[in-house]
Nanobody
Framework: QVQLVESGGGLVQAGGSLRLSCAASGRTFSISKMGWFRQAPGKEREFVAGITWSGGTQYYADSVKCRFTISRDNAKNTVHLQMNGLKPEDTAVYYC???????????????WGQGTQVTVSS
């Protein structure tokens, strides 16, 4: 099993920035990818960004390209999501996820964090 703990959510004004972090523990050697998803009230959970654990190849949803950046620190088993130019429509609970299979986008994620709230005020 892999345990994931997110941190860094909060309230920010439109145009502001937040940095989310996710620390992985447990059987981290089994991880091939990590990612961030979000779920807004009344909406389905959606993919935000993903990264391969070994090569660091990044993937983004069109809605966040050029605003969000995903990165990983293999030594610390941590992944970050730097969010700039935040918009009210980015308001959601953000979930960290990890998976054993590749490719990043077309295969399932196996492990999930508890989520962290991001609220962007207009």
């Amino acid at each position: 099993q892999v345990q994931l703990v997110e941190s860094g959510g909060g309230l920010v004004q439109a145009g502001g920035s937040l940095r989310l972090s996710c620390a992985a523990s447990g059987r981290t050697f089994s991880i091939s990818k990590m990612g961030w998803f979000r779920q807004a009230p009344g909406k389905e959970r959606e993919f935000v960004a993903g990264i391969t654990w070994s090569g660091g190849t990044q993937y983004y949803a069109d809605s966040v390209k050029c605003r969000f950046t995903i990165s990983r620190d293999n030594a610390k088993n941590t992944v970050h999501l730097q969010m700039n130019g935040l918009k009210p429509e980015d308001t959601a609970v953000y979930y960290c996820a990890a998976g054993r299979l590749l490719p990043v986008v077309t295969t399932t994620f196996d492990y999930w964090g508890q989520g962290t709230q991001v609220t962007v005020s207009s």
